[in-house]
């Protein structure tokens, strides 16, 4: 579980100008779940704090608790139901104004919990975090001029490392997951945006990125026709400040020779492989979906 972030040392001039009617609302964001939700915590957390919001660690002090909940695995959901709880409690004792309620639990039960989570103000799907300011603004009953549609997100990570989500979604039909029915379908970011977001992290002092996404080795089909993960790689490989590159999410059965190869040139990738084998029986394999048999695994680890 994640708590806030640390604080932004500088705000910008819209921010500023924003802060004499807003400078006392304080917001507590909950971020649970994989790295990809973490990624939707921080560019909220941007938006927010971009919009005079102040951040606390501390719920207590919160005007607003913002919970970006996981719905994956029973243990997740769970956890994001007590979270939500400790909110509402808060509220209930007069300490905070409102519960905010977003990410994968929220999208994927939506019609569910939207008539039964009375505990929830304000009840999220993924889709609608892009507007989170204009939420926290209703739930608060504050009224501004003008939103910012785009803002760099706050890292919730250490400094000298970073998530860089390159895509988000999955084509694939497992058996067992529901993620395509929460994310949707696999969507890739452009190289020239995900280099600019490189190049930003690393004026930041970001020395690691920590590539992730739902299917990283898929990555850029959508957008070129095939996948481009090796383009995009390189493209971050020449990155001024960025030394270590880790990838996350490779599905097995889509790795390439081309990737192989790439691995074993290039000095900024780690030595390090984040693959979900998740079985090694056929049968298994085959119930599962998962587009791939024991002997291609075996040939691959080979």
């Known amino acids: ?23 006392l609302h304080k917001v507590h964001l909950v971020s649970l779940g994989c790295p990809k939700n973490t990624v939707d ?25 913002v919970v970006n909940t996981c719905g994956f695995i029973e243990p997740a959901k769970e956890e994001s139901l007590a979270a939500i709880m400790d909110a509402h409690r808060l509220k209930q004792e007069g300490q905070c104004e409102g519960v905010i309620v977003t990410g994968c639990l929220s999208t994927r039960y939506y019609e569910e919990l939207a008539q039964e989570l009375v505990e929830a103000d304000k009840l999220l799907t993924i889709a609608d975090e892009a507007d989170i300011v204009h939420h926290v603004d ?57 280099v600019a977001e490189a190049e930003r992290l690393a004026a930041e002092g970001v020395r690691e990125l920590v590539l992730v996404s739902q299917d990283s080795v898929r990555y850029g089909a959508d957008l070129y026709g095939r996948p481009q993960l090796v383009r995009l790689l390189q493209a971050l490989a020449e990155v001024k400040g960025i030394e270590w590159m880790r990838l996350m999410y490779t599905y097995p059965a889509f790795w390439t020779e081309e990737l192989i190869d790439f691995y074993a040139t290039c000095d900024k990738m780690c030595r390090y492989i984040d693959m979900p084998l998740q079985h090694i029986s056929d049968p298994v394999l085959k119930r599962m979906k998962r587009a791939t048999t024991r002997q291609k695994t075996l040939d691959l680890l080979a």
């Not at 579980?1 to 400078?23: G, I």
């Open 1 to 23: 579980m994640t708590r806030c972030a640390r604080p932004l040392h500088t705000r910008s001039a819209f921010a500023r100008d924003e802060m004499s009617e807003n400078q």
């Open 41 to 65: 915590s921080e560019r909220m957390l941007g938006l927010l704090q971009g919009h005079a919001y102040q951040m606390t660690d501390a719920p207590e002090e919160a005007d607003v608790v």
């Open 138 to 194: 209703d739930v608060l009953g504050v009224q501004r001029p003008r939103y910012l549609a785009s803002l760099p997100r706050t890292s919730l990570t250490p400094k000298h490392w970073a998530y860089l989500r390159i895509s988000d979604g999955c084509d694939h039909q497992c058996a067992f997951c529901a993620i395509p029915t929460i994310r949707g379908r696999h969507v890739s970011e452009p190289i020239e945006q995900l």
